[in-house]
């Protein structure tokens, strides 16, 4: 009769596909050995090997038999306890072999070839190999110590992952607490943006990293927000050199101004002609604000909502950045994108250093310092306002990677 891998596991004289003889021999056996080496002999050019089994209930009933050996011979001899070991360690990692008994039963073959199939191990068949009992011990022993590795599933922690690594925008698909090739990829790239160990697994720097980005986060931005009221109040501090500011240095209101363009400005880059009595009247009834009456001061509040509602160069400029390279922003980085754009518009064109940084999912400051002054350093004027320019790229950074709406440069 033929038999399988299957059926020597747990046969301790069972090594490497070889002609299996038990150490406890009767006579029968003895007399049998002749037999066997011509069965052996004969085996050399078949694709089978011969094996002499006995029943433990009964030694004397040797049985001689035709083991069929795969072309690759990945089959282990597991005593009942290494079995159960293992499906101790697969049932602790969320697979499902059952009561662990030490039986290679259905449940437990299919508990290893999912975790096999799960770690993209060579063996994928359901045997118990080497490969699969290193890498389940790896897998075991990490999770024990609070680390999250590939080949883990249904699993709270690795779930969280995921959701987390999406929101920052490294894609693990839909979160299952499988911890499969997707996620593993998406941790690396997460990884390597952030300048960490690159190895694919999620221990205490690495989520801890994770968790501080994640914590950066506010709500998904909807563009037609616009700059939030703190987002505006950084940008006027910049850009309204005659604005009113409170004892903290923040901006409170904005003067009408007349440059002498043939037009109004108020708040942040919004104008109106002189001759437009339809738009003066509009500001009059929607805003409470007579843009003739230069040098009055208009709160700040109101000077955003006239920006949200009529500035739409930077923030559509911006919109179109993030649409472009299908990214969320939280609203710190929204509004340090907008401020950015603002001073220089020409940073989120393609090819330019927020469309170049935002495309490649860079979550690194240092890099985005870097390129962010290189491209400025390109500009003519770069010796005489460069201390200004480097000072402002630093509150644009500190605002978008931590949250921070305070002007400290």
Known sequence: MVITDNQLIGNSSYSNGSTVIMERRTEQAKSSAESVI????????????????YEKSNPSNLKMVT????????????????????????????????????????????????????????????????????????VYNRS????????????????KLQENLNKLNFNCGTPDGTFGAGT?????????????????????ATLNAIQKAVNNLKQPVTPSKGLSENGFKLLASYEATSAVKDKKGNVVSIPILDVGDGMYTIGIGNTVKKTDTKTIQEYK????????????????????????DHVNTYTSTVDNLLKRHNYTASQNEYDALVIAVYNRPA???????????????????????????????????????????????????????????????
């Open 38 to 53: 011509s069965e052996k002999q004969a085996s050399k050019s078949n694709t089978n090997d011969i094996a002499v089994i």
């Open 144 to 159: 024990q110590k609070g680390v999250l590795s590939r080949g883990l599933r249904n699993n709270a922690s690795v779930k």
């Open 347 to 409: 940073l989120a064109k393609e090819g330019h250093a927020l469309d170049t940084l935002i495309k490649n999912n860079n979550r690194n400051k240092d890099d985005w310092r870097t390129t962010l002054i290189n491209e400025y350093k390109g500009l003519k004027n770069w010796n005489t306002y460069g201390k200004g320019w480097s000072n402002r790229i630093e509150d644009e950074l500190e605002l978008y990677f931590d949250n921070d709406y305070v002007r400290n440069h």
């Open 67 to 138: 083991y069929a050996k795969p072309s690759t011979v990945k089959a282990m001899a597991l005593s009942k306890s290494s079995i159960k070991d293992v499906q101790t360690k697969l049932n602790a990692i969320g697979y499902s072999c059952g009561t662990p008994d030490g039986i290679a039963g259905k449940n437990t073959k299919a508990a290893v070839t999912s975790f096999q199939k799960l770690c993209g191990l060579k063996n994928q068949s359901g045997d118990i190999t080497n490969e699969t009992i290193t890498k389940l011990n790896s």
């Open 285 to 308: 009834e929607k805003y409470g604000v007579d843009v003739t009456k230069v040098g009055a001061q208009v709160d700040i509040k109101t000077c955003m909502k006239i920006y949200n």
């Open 184 to 204: 593993e990829t998406a941790l690396k790239n997460f990884q390597k943006a952030n300048k960490l160990t690159v190895d694919g697994l999620a221990g205490s």
